[in-house]
C-alpha cells in the first residue's frame, strides 16, 4: 500500500470503528432503528392512549368527534392532551445507554415503568415503556415493546424528561371546567349569602332578577356572563391524600357562601356551591391582623360530585353581583 492510502485506510478504519461503538449493528441485537421510532407523524389519527403500570393504575384517553375523554366518564383537559400528541409527535432519539447501564435501566422500567399504548381505531400503532430521567435530566429512558435495548429519548430544543407527561393521576387528566355541560345555558343564578342584595338570577330572554326587584340586562352583559360560566375553572381537584378530604361532608351541612346555579336547554341543572377556606397564621391582612378566612380561595363541592379548591382571581368574571351589574332597576 502507498504511502498515500494508509492515512486514507486508518481514516476510514477509525470512522468505522466510532460509528460501530456509536450504533451496534442490528445483527448484534443492540441497533435497530425500530427500538427508538417512538415518534407518530400523523398524530389525528391517533383515537385512544392507555397508561397503565403495576401500581395497577390506568388511565385510558378516548377520542370522541374533536374532543377527548377520560376513562370513559369525563371529558380530558385540553392542555394535557394537547402536550401529550405533541410529545408523540415530535420525541426523538437522544442517546442509546452504554451496556454496562442497561440491566439497571431495564429493571427500572420493569418495577416502576408506565406501559403506554397508542392506538388508532383497533389497530395498536405503538407500544412502549416509559421509565425515569437520565442524569442529565435532560432525557427520558424509554423501552420499545419487542425489544431489550432501551434508549434514552427527548425532544429537541425542550430542556427536560418527558416522563411527567405520561402521568396516571385521572384528576389530572380530567377537565377543569366547572361547568363543562355542552347544551345551551338558559338560566343561572348567583345567591350570595354574605351580601343578599347582591344575588341576582337571570334567563336566555335577557330578564334580569335582584333580590329587590327586576331589571333588564343588557345583550353583553349577558353574553359575558354565560361565557364566564363556561370557561369557569378551578385550580385543582380535592381528593382522598388532602388534608381536608375527610372534612367535606361536614362543610357540606354548612351555609355556602356563594351559590350558583346553572339550567341547561336539555333540562339538565348544574350547581356549585362554595365554602370559605380557613384563615392562619399565613393568611394575613395588609395591617397585620390574622384572617379568619383565606380571601382568595374557596372549597367547591359540585353537583356531580366534584370536590375542588377555587380562586376568587379565576372566577373574577363569574363572581359578579347586581351592584357590579349596575342596571338600573324598572
Known amino acids: 500500500m502507498t504511502s498515500y492510502w494508509k492515512p486514507v485506510a486508518l481514516s476510514i478504519t477509525l470512522i468505522a470503528v466510532i460509528l ?15 427500538m427508538h421510532n417512538f415518534a407518530i407523524e400523523d398524530t389525528s389519527a391517533i383515537t385512544s392512549i392507555m397508561i397503565w403500570d403495576r401500581s395497577p393504575d390506568t388511565v385510558i384517553l378516548r377520542k370522541h368527534g374533536q374532543k377527548w375523554e377520560v376513562n370513559g366518564l369525563h371529558p380530558a383537559r385540553k392542555g394535557a392532551v394537547d402536550e401529550i400528541l ?3 409527535y415530535r420525541i426523538r432519539l437522544r442517546s442509546i445507554p452504554q451496556q454496562a447501564a442497561v440491566k439497571n435501566i431495564l429493571t427500572q422500567l420493569a418495577v416502576h415503568g408506565k406501559q403506554v399504548t397508542i392506538y388508532a381505531g383497533d389497530q395498536v400503532v405503538k407500544q ?9 435530566m435532560l432525557g427520558t429512558y424509554m423501552l420499545m415493546q419487542g425489544y431489550s435495548q432501551p434508549v434514552a429519548t427527548h425532544i429537541p430544543g425542550f430542556n427536560g424528561f418527558l416522563s411527567s407527561r405520561f402521568f396516571l393521576r ?8 366547572l361547568f363543562p355541560h355542552s347544551s345551551a345555558i338558559v338560566g343561572m343564578s348567583i345567591l350570595y349569602s354574605e351580601n343578599p342584595q347582591g344575588s341576582f338570577s337571570m334567563n336566555d330572554q335577557k330578564q334580569f332578577t335582584t333580590i329587590s326587584g327586576l331589571s333588564m340586562i343588557n345583550g353583553m352583559a349577558s353574553q359575558a356572563m354565560m361565557k364566564a360560566i363556561q370557561s369557569a375553572k378551578y385550580e385543582g381537584m380535592i381528593i382522598p391524600s388532602d388534608k381536608v378530604w375527610n372534612k367535606l361532608d361536614s362543610i357540606g351541612k354548612t351555609r355556602p357562601a356563594i351559590l350558583i346555579e346553572v339550567s341547561y336547554g336539555d333540562g339538565s341543572q348544574a350547581s356549585m356551591s362554595c365554602y370559605h377556606v380557613p384563615g392562619g397564621e399565613d393568611i394575613i391582612a395588609a395591617d397585620g391582623t390574622i384572617l379568619e378566612h383565606d380571601p382568595d380561595r374557596f372549597y367547591a363541592l359540585l353537583s356531580d360530585g366534584r370536590s ?23
Not at 375542588?308 to 324598572?330: C, E, I, N, W
Open 20 to 34: 460501530w461503538w456509536l450504533f451496534p449493528s442490528a445483527n448484534d441485537g443492540l441497533y435497530d432503528e425500530g
Open 86 to 88: 405533541e410529545t408523540l
Open 128 to 136: 412502549f415503556q416509559v421509565g425515569s430521567e437520565t442524569m442529565d
Open 170 to 177: 385521572e384528576d389530572l387528566w380530567r377537565s377543569r371546567n
Open 308 to 330: 375542588a379548591l377555587v380562586q376568587r382571581y379565576g372566577l373574577q368574571h363569574l363572581l359578579k353581583t347586581s351592584l357590579d351589574l349596575g342596571f338600573p332597576m324598572q
